[in-house]
Every structure is written in structure tokens, then in C-alpha cells.
């Protein structure tokens, strides 16, 4: 696919994950608020609050009070980019943060609650577009087709996404999110074919997939399968992965043209200085991007350097030394 992979985050708080350290270089990520833990930290801003305080704006006429609604939203606002930025710790200006919104929070907020996270600095809005109530959500945001996501959750061993929960979200919604309760290798033709129909059928070329899947250890090969099946047509929605399964996904996308399956990679400072050509595996590039972020690495010597970044040894170290 041409777009990289990127975590989604429903079990795991993002300032609290590993695989958040990845985020700057992903740039993309996806929120369920109503499935993550919430924190204890004093500054943590509750979600509830914030849906709360959408509430009472949807629920001012701004006929008869023009000022208190708008007070609301300022509030709702601040207290949305403090959750975004304090208790989640992530940089609205580097990624793009999708968060998942329950068709009745949006209802009854009016829809204040999508403008309010998108005046907070996300980027989409994803809504369930499988629920009799899709229309009439997607309806009361009132947001352009590129901010909003309509996601379909696949039940069992389906693979067919309905063509009237097609029709209804096509016209809403310039990227679907599809996720399947169990993701099979077995049925990737499958899926190929159901997201290509989704493609041919949908309002304009424009549109976009996203297959959400369950992270696994051996998320290599199924994103490898994956790209290669698909040829570009969407990106790849992993849910809670570890660092080590992020990391290899992105592997996953590089190409080579060696034999042995290793990849030319040149070491470099934090000023870009290059410091040597070694030839490295997926997992020595994955663990290259942990290594970073310890103080052991600035002691080590270009030879250490060289040694940890062309064989195993460098994976062993890093898990010993590095914040996972």
C-alpha cells in the first residue's frame, strides 16, 4: 500500500504506549476514547468532560444566546486540545489524530463534538457506519467528506460490507474503515475483491480504505501479503501494536533486490553526518529506531555501533538497554 501503516489505539493510551515513539515518523494515528483506560495524572482531562461540555452547547439555542454557546465552545475546545495534547501526549501539528466518536455522543451534542476535536486539531472524524443512526450522524456533523471516516465492523467469518450501508456512507465519507472480528490470511483474495468493489463502487476515485487488523508478532507477512495484494488501494488501521510490531510492519513495506535479504543502510549522527554503510535485516532496522532514544547509545564507538547494527546481537541489546 502507499500509505504506511499506523496504530490504532483502542486498549492503550498513546503517552503510555511504546509504539507512540514511533508516531512523529508515522505521522497518523487513530483514538478510541471510549475504549482507552482512562489516566490518573492530575493534569489528565476526563473525555467526559469534554462531552459534557458539548452537550451544553448543542443544547443553547444560539437564537436566544448567542454568547453562552459560544462560551461553551471555546471551553469545550480548550478542554479538547488538554486531552489531546497533556493526558494522550500527542502533537496535533506532526500527526494526524483520527478519533472514534460514538453515534450518541455525536447526536446529542448536535454535532458539536466533531467540530469541537476538529477545532482541537484532528484531523477525522470516525463514526460507526453500520448503526441505523449512521445517516443522521454523519448528517448533524455537517463536515466535509476528507474529515469524515465511516468505520464497518464485519461480524464473524463475513467478508461482504452491505451495499446500502455503502450507499448511505458514501455519501458522507471519503474513507471507510473496515475491520473484521478475525482477520484470516486464507480469505485475502476475499477481502482484496470486497474492498476493490468498495473502490469501483464509491462516489468518485477519491475514495479511501482502511483495513483495521489485530497487530500479531508475525505482522511482516501479513502486511507484506497484504501490499502486495491490494497494490495501493488503502492503509493499514493496527490495533494497539507493540513497537517491535510497528516497527515491522513498516519493514514490511521496504524492498530490496538483494539475495540474501538484507537491506544498505547507512548509520548516521543526529546531525545527519553519515558514520558508515553497513547491510541490515528488518530486525536491525527496527531496533536502529529503539537505540535512539537511550543515553548507552551516545557511549558506544563507530565499530559498536557497526558491530550492533549488522547482526542479532543488535536486537539482544536493545531490548536489554532500551525503553520498550
Known amino acids: 500500500m502507499t500509505s504506511l501503516p499506523y496504530p490504532s489505539f483502542c486498549s492503550n493510551l498513546p503517552s503510555t504506549s511504546p509504539s507512540s515513539i514511533a508516531l ?3 505521522g497518523r494515528c487513530r483514538i ?3 475504549t482507552i483506560p482512562a489516566t490518573t495524572t492530575a493534569d489528565a482531562v476526563d473525555y467526559k468532560s469534554i462531552v459534557s461540555k458539548c452537550t451544553e452547547q448543542g443544547q443553547t439555542d444560539e437564537k436566544e444566546d448567542k454568547k453562552l454557546r459560544k462560551k461553551y465552545m471555546k471551553q469545550g475546545v480548550a478542554l479538547a486540545q488538554s486531552y489531546l495534547s497533556q ?4 502533537d496535533v501539528s506532526i500527526v494526524d489524530v483520527e478519533i472514534v466518536l460514538e453515534n450518541e455522543d455525536v447526536l446529542n451534542t448536535d454535532g458539536c463534538l466533531a467540530s469541537c476535536f476538529l477545532d482541537a486539531g484532528c484531523a477525522r472524524i470516525v463514526v460507526n457506519g453500520t448503526s441505523d443512526k449512521s445517516e443522521e450522524v454523519m448528517e448533524v456533523c455537517r463536515l466535509p467528506k476528507e474529515r469524515m471516516v465511516a468505520h464497518v465492523t464485519l461480524q464473524g467469518d463475513s467478508v461482504v ?5 455503502l450507499d448511505v456512507v458514501s455519501n458522507y465519507a471519503a474513507t471507510i474503515s473496515v475491520a473484521w472480528e478475525t482477520f484470516d490470511l486464507e480469505k485475502l483474495s476475499q477481502y482484496q475483491e470486497e474492498m476493490q468493489k468498495l473502490i469501483k463502487e464509491g462516489p468518485d476515485d477519491h475514495i479511501e480504505i482502511v483495513l483495521q487488523i489485530p497487530s500479531s508478532d508475525d505482522i511482516d507477512s501479513i502486511l507484506g501479503a497484504v501490499c502486495k495484494k491490494f497494490k495501493g488501494h488503502g492503509t493499514i488501521a493496527l490495533i494497539d501494536p ?4 510497528l516497527g515491522m510492519s513498516f519493514a514490511a513495506c521496504c524492498r530490496t533486490d538483494r539475495p540474501d535479504g538484507l537491506y544498505t543502510t547507512v548509520v548516521c549522527t543526529r546531525s545527519n553526518e553519515a ?3 553497513v547491510y541490515s535485516s528488518k530486525v536491525c532496522i527496527v531496533a536502529f529506531y529503539f537505540i535512539w532514544v537511550t543515553y548507552f547509545w551516545t557511549k558506544l564507538s563507530l565499530l559498536d555501533r557497526l558491530f550492533l547494527m549488522s547482526n542479532l546481537a543488535f536486537e539482544i541489546h536493545t531490548r536489554q538497554r532500551c525503553y520498550l
Open 87 to 90: 493526558t494522550l501526549n500527542l
Open 32 to 34: 478510541n476514547p471510549n
Open 161 to 165: 460490507v452491505e451495499k446500502k450501508v
Open 275 to 277: 558514520l558508515g554503510l
Open 242 to 245: 507493540t513497537a517491535t510490531q
Open 24 to 26: 512523529s515518523a508515522v
